[in-house]
Each structure stands twice: as structure tokens, then as C-alpha cells.
């Protein structure tokens, strides 16, 4: 059981509360985000604290920390929190619901894995990884830093899933594939292909490669 600040105040921090509440042993304690984005002393009656001065006020040695925000700009703004995070002497904690079948321990910190994944055997997942409620995450995958996985995601067995990948909702992926770093699979998309270069974006069924990258995409 650990005390702990959450990073945010949307959505997002909103449902992290709900599940750390609700399913976890641990205790949210305050929230907080950057200066310029608070406009109420506290969140859902939680003191919401300013993130540059957080280690003043919730010692690192005392506290945990939890950052699991959205995709924005390929996970690139969570990936920056996240570092901020453990240079501020943070460590993480990860979520994992009471309600997800996970048949493997190789998960990293900062991971937020909701309802109904099923994660088989040999499978590892790295750190600040968002598997939102539905996916498959098929036998001796591995999954890299950073990536977030939306819902009812079919990731067939063997497969490599490098850092920064986002994988649209109701997307399938073929066994043994490998995703560069910062792949884009679209909702919907059914990738037959087995290598992706990195920034890419895949569409459509059969999934073909989109002439921009994904660093110019908004999501
Ligand atoms: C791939 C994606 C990022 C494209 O975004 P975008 O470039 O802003 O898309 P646009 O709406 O401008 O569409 C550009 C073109 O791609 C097509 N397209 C968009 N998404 C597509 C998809 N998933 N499959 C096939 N074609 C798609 C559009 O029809 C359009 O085609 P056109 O130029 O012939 O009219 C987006 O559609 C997507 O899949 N996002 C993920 C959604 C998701 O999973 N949400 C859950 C969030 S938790």
C-alpha cells in the first residue's frame, strides 16, 4: 500500500482516482499538473499542488507517484512527465485491474492497464505503458516504453511493439510483427504486414502505409 499524487486534473486523473480507489489497496493522497493549468486549489477534494514544487511539499521518499496520461503527440507529453517524474526522485507505481487476466509479472512502472485485457504467457510490457479496457496481448509479445494501446486490440503472438506506439481501437495485428518505434496503427486497421518502419501510420484492411508520419498527426 503507498500513498500517492497523481499527475493531471481531467479526465484521465479523474478515472485514475475511480480505479485506485475502487481496485487498488493504495491511497491517493493530492493530484497535481503544471502551474499554469491550475485554476482550483484542489481536485475532486484533493489538494492539487503545483508539479515543479511537488518534491517540497510530498517527499519522494515518502510518496508514490502516478502520471498516466493520454496519447497526445505519439506519448511524447506522458513520456516527459514520466522522466520529470523520476528525476524529481520519484518511483511509480502501476495499475492493474483486479478484472484483467494477466499471466505473466514482467510489467513495468507507470503501466495502467484496465479491465478485460487478457495478457498470456511470456508476455512483457515496459514501463509507462496504457493498456486501455478490452486488448489481447498474445503469448511471448513484448511490448517497448511508452506505447498506448486503445481498446479491443487483437496483438497476435510474437510480437514486437517498439516505444511510442499507438494502436487504434478495434486494430489487428499479425503474429510476429515487429512495430518500429512510434508506429501508428489505425482504429480499425488489420496490419498483414510483419515490419513497420518507425513514425509510421498503417490504415485500412489490409493495412497500407500512409505518406506522412506520425509525429505530423494529431491525435
Ligand atoms: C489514423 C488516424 C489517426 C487518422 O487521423 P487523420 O489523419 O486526422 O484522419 P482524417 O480524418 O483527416 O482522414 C484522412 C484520411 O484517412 C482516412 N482514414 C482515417 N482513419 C482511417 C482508418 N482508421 N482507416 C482507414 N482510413 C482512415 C479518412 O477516411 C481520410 O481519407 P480521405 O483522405 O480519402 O478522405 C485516425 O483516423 C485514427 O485511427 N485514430 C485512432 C482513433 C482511436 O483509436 N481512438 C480511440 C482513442 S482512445
Redesign the pocket.
Known sequence: MAKVIIFGNTRTAELALYYLQNDSEHEVVAFTVEQDYIQEPTFHGLPLVPFETLEQIYSPSEFKFFAPLT?KNMNRVRARVYEQGLEKGYSYISYISSHATVLTDKIGDNCFILEDNTIQPYVTIGNDVVL?SGNHIGHHGTIGDHVFF??HVVLSGGCQVGNYC????N?TIRDQSVLGEGT?I????NLTRQKTDPWS?W??NPAEK?A?SSKD???
Open positions: 496519447e486501455w486503445t481498446s499507438f494502436i487504434g481501437v486494430a501508428l489505425a482504429m480499425g486497421a501510420i490504415k485500412g500512409a506522412i498527426i494529431k491525435i
